[in-house]
């Protein structure tokens, strides 16, 4: 089992940059593919980014392609979602999660562990 906390999130200017962290508790991290999604109000969760086990395999959404990079760090049990031009429609709250599957999914049901998550804002 493992246990997943996010930080990094807050208020910023549209066109901005924010990079969420994921810390995960647990001596196998390693072994898990990860997730990003977030939830804005009124809206289902979605999937933002995934990163394999190793780190060598990662999936974006459309939405966020060429502006948001996934990564870890394996050695801190830590997951990065780095966002660069923000929009307002980036608006949400966003969710770390783990998978054991070995093939990363862009399906919440994959996914059998979550954080609590962290507020992002965009201002326009």
């Known amino acids: 089992q493992v246990q997943l906390v996010e930080s990094g999130g807050g208020l910023v200017q549209a066109g901005g940059s924010l990079r969420l962290s994921c810390a995960a508790s647990?001596?196998?991290?390693?072994?898990?593919?990860m997730g990003w999604f977030r939830q804005a109000p009124g809206k289902e969760r979605e999937f933002v980014a995934a990163?394999?086990?190793?780190?060598?395999?990662?999936k974006y959404a459309d939405s966020v392609q060429g502006r948001f990079t996934v990564s870890r760090d394996n050695a801190k049990n830590t997951v990065y979602l780095q966002m660069n031009s923000l929009k307002p429609e980036d608006t949400a709250v966003y969710y770390c999660?783990?998978?054991?599957?070995?093939?990363?999914?862009?399906?919440?049901?994959?996914?059998?562990?979550w954080g609590q998550g962290t507020q992002v804002t965009v201002s326009s």
């Open positions: 990163i394999s086990w190793s780190g060598t395999f990662t």
């Open positions: 999660a783990a998978t054991t599957r070995r093939v990363v999914g862009t399906t919440r049901y994959e996914y059998a562990y």
């Open positions: 647990g001596r196998t991290f390693s072994s898990y593919g």
